[in-house]
């Protein structure tokens, strides 16, 4: 296959154009946390647009999972941490060629640049045919990596490179210093000062004595005498800073455009590893999912919200894993039970993993089937906001209106304990006719709800109760199981840890 991009296989994958827009879920999802934190340390290279942009093929996606796969080798995450440490090294000779005021030091540091680059690309080159990449991406970017170092732009500059390196460092000259002036002279075998002089004195040294010497600052800018001497060196054997100047004028942009993508967009996978490492390295899993471009059969294992887990392992905290899946005609979680125990976490999760799932990213959990959804919807519930004139109650409706305006069958909608603001009756009657609409639309959902009789409204519908620990109702599980809500039972388990159960009461009372 012919090399595009490393992040996207084909040219209507992308990349995106300038920066992306932040989705309007990544607030309600903490995936604006996500982003800030997993770009975190590679600021250089702008990887949040990447962050943002779903994919919207399977195949672009699967592309993806293969090159991150092929990360997983030691050696292939190896060389391409080698090249991005030669091309750090490449910005910061530019950087300081642009910086320097002297325009032959402003020139030697642009040569040291390029030899950065031509090193690194070729070392790139024979790590990666060493490590024996399987994936589409990696295979096609060494097919035409190998191209590149043989075709003439390439050569041609490692050629005038090496000769621009091999007569500047032919270059001697004498200087003689006599008061305060400084001449300039060629170079006629003159004895070095420096070693007869460490010749006189050496046969004065009986032992080891502390050293006295005073070392001079290295300024990497030049000074105006140092920068006139050079000048005169140049005068006195101009071939090597012609060829130098001829060097910087004809490879102004050596850089190849492809080369500086590659080095850019193979961060995105090298960010997320980094950002998932504490993750595994505390026993969580991750796996590649499978998309479903058709079924909503969605199913994972042991997962959890990953955003979450990554606060929780720097504490060393524990996580708690959850699991679902929908089969048949089910499109829609209602998911109940006590409060503070994990309902919410269990909807931003179904969030995190369709959205990383569109990333091509590996997701948290085991054996992940995600539907390849176009859009995402999340309405959680916000403060009243005292600007706009409206009521609670008015905003949800509002929202949850524009909602419904652009759902389709492919859609995701993730609703948080919406209508809280009313009456119980009226935020029945409500949810009712939200989730209906949600049904005949065909689309997935989760609904967190302190309404239990959403979870019967049909064979669409899937009831998940987030429990507590049975022998004490204070304390949450934070596991969301997959059976019939009961508040009851939560009711009377309370009731039994405080005495005030009707059996309870019975025996105080007549006692």
């Not at 060629?186 to 420096?194: A, L, P, Q, R």
């Not at 967009?265 to 991750?286: D, H, K, M, N, W």
Request: aromatic share 12%; hydrophobic share 40%; proline share 3%.
């Amino acid at each position: 296959m012919e090399f595009h991009s490393i992040l996207f296989a084909l040219p209507e994958d992308g990349p995106p154009s300038g920066d992306v827009a932040e989705p309007h879920f990544f607030g309600d999802l903490n995936l604006d946390q996500f982003v800030v934190d997993v770009t975190r340390g590679f600021e250089e290279y702008d990887l949040a647009p990447f962050f943002r942009a779903e994919l919207g093929r399977c195949s672009a996606i699967t592309y993806r999972h293969e090159v991150m796969q092929d990360l997983d080798k030691h050696e292939v995450l190896a060389a391409v941490q080698a090249f991005a440490l030669s091309m750090r090294k490449m910005r910061a000779c530019l950087d300081e060629a642009k910086r320097l005021y002297y325009g032959r030091q402003k020139q030697w540091w642009f040569l040291e640049a390029a030899s950065r680059y031509c090193q690194g690309v070729q070392a790139l080159l024979v790590a990666l045919q060493a490590a024996r990449c399987q994936s589409g991406g990696m295979s096609a970017f060494i097919s035409w990596l190998s191209a590149y170092v043989e075709s003439d732009p390439f050569t041609t500059l490692k050629e005038e490179f090496d000769e621009v390196k091999a007569a500047l460092a032919g270059v001697r000259y004498c200087i003689h210093l006599h008061g305060s002036a400084v001449t300039v002279l060629n170079y006629e075998d003159e004895e070095d000062y420096g070693s007869y002089i460490l010749r006189t004195f050496d046969r004065f040294k009986q032992a080891d004595v502390k050293d006295h010497s005073v070392k001079l600052k290295d300024w990497p800018e030049m000074n105006h005498v140092e920068a006139q001497i050079l000048d005169y060196a140049a005068e006195l054997d101009p071939r090597p800073f012609a060829l130098l100047d001829a060097f910087c004028t004809g490879h102004s942009g050596f850089i190849d455009a492809k080369i500086a993508a590659f080095d850019r967009e193979i961060q995105f996978y090298v960010a997320y590893r980094s950002y998932t490492q504490p993750c595994r390295a505390a026993g969580l899993s991750f796996s590649y999912p499978v998309i479903l471009e058709t079924s909503k059969a969605v199913r994972c294992e042991n997962t959890f919200d990953l955003v979450l887990a990554h606060k929780l392992c720097a504490e060393s905290v524990a996580v708690v894993t959850n699991s679902f899946y929908l089969e048949g005609p089910e499109r829609v979680f209602v998911v109940s039970g006590p409060n503070n125990g994990g309902k919410t976490t269990f909807a931003r999760t179904f969030g995190q993993l369709h959205f990383l799932g569109r990333l091509g990213c590996m997701v948290p959990g085991q054996e992940a089937r995600l539907f390849l959804y176009d859009q995402l919807f999340a309405h959680f519930e916000r403060e009243e906001n005292t600007h706009d004139l409206r009521g609670k109650l008015q905003d949800d409706l509002i929202r949850m209106h524009d909602i419904l305006q652009a759902a389709t069958s492919k859609s995701i909608i993730l609703m948080n304990e919406i209508f809280s603001s009313t009456t119980l009756a009226d935020a029945l009657f409500l949810c009712r006719r939200i989730i209906g609409e949600i049904m005949n639309r065909d689309a997935l959902c989760v609904c967190v709800t302190f309404i239990e009789e959403l979870a019967r409204l049909g064979t669409q519908t899937v009831s998940m109760v987030s429990e507590m620990n049975p022998d004490n109702p204070s304390m949450r599980t934070f596991r969301v199981r997959r059976r019939p809500a009961d508040g009851r039972a939560y009711a009377v388990s309370v009731a039994e840890q405080y005495g005030l159960t009707y059996e309870r009461i019975k025996e105080r009372v007549i006692s």
